[in-house]
Antibody, heavy 118, light 107 residues
């Protein structure tokens, strides 16, 4: 079955760090563009980051310099390393697969909740 | 960054109604626009890509149109399962951005 499963969310204090994982099955992460999208409680969707199949990465201005997207090809898993976390980073984080012919997210995980609070 | 403004932000409609949601981009994005449906507690679901292409498995009552700066999502005959929040998203340039969402509620 083709699916994405996020993990690693939880409660973290402001200034802390957290690493999210997104395990893929049914397809190869490294052959695809993969992205993270977040949604603060009761709010809309916000794109966070993307990693190309070739390894190039892009970030939203709100997380640039604090978050790092990466992947482990041997584990077929996408990651989001989040440092210097702020209260405004509190959100459900979704990983998603990008289809580059047509450009869209065709496959989403169920999300993992990150809460930044003291 | 390209801003996407959806209108209306919310609407009330009845089953069987024709519903139109508009997404306006702050600058031209060609046809690099997708539409998603999201229900509470669930991940978004792709409806339309490339502004007007219907995703496989999505009912034909959903349609998209537009290019450049003005885009429309139309539901030709609203069904009970269509009550949800709808988002547009542009892929023309970084940072990729979403509209603020349109909540479709039952009248």
């Amino acid at each position: 079955e083709v699916q994405l499963v996020e993990s690693g969310g939880g409660l973290v204090q402001p200034g802390g760090s957290l690493r999210l994982s997104c395990a893929a099955s049914g397809f190869t992460v490294s052959s695809n563009y993969m992205s993270w999208v977040r949604q603060a409680p009761g709010k809309g969707l916000e794109w966070v980051s993307v990693i190309y199949s070739g390894g190039s990465t892009y970030y939203a201005d709100s997380v640039k310099g604090r978050f790092t997207i990466s992947r482990d090809n041997s584990k077929n898993t996408l990651y989001l390393q989040m440092n210097s976390l702020r209260a405004e980073d509190t959100a459900v984080y979704y990983c998603a697969r990008v289809v580059v012919i047509g450009w869209y997210f065709d496959l989403w995980g169920r999300g993992t909740l990150v809460t930044v609070s003291s | 960054a390209i801003q996407l403004t959806q209108s209306p932000s919310s609407l009330s409609a009845s089953v069987g109604d024709r519903v139109t949601i508009t997404c306006r981009a702050s600058q031209g994005i060609s046809s690099a626009l997708a539409w998603y449906q999201q229900k509470p507690g669930k991940a978004p679901k792709l409806l339309i890509y490339d502004a007007s292409s219907l995703e496989s498995g999505v009912p034909s009552r959903f349609s998209g149109s537009g290019s450049g700066t003005d885009f429309t999502l139309t539901i030709s005959s609203l069904q009970p399962e269509d009550f949800a929040t709808y988002y547009c998203q542009q892929f023309n340039s970084y940072p990729w951005t979403f509209g603020q969402g349109t909540k479709v509620e039952i009248k």
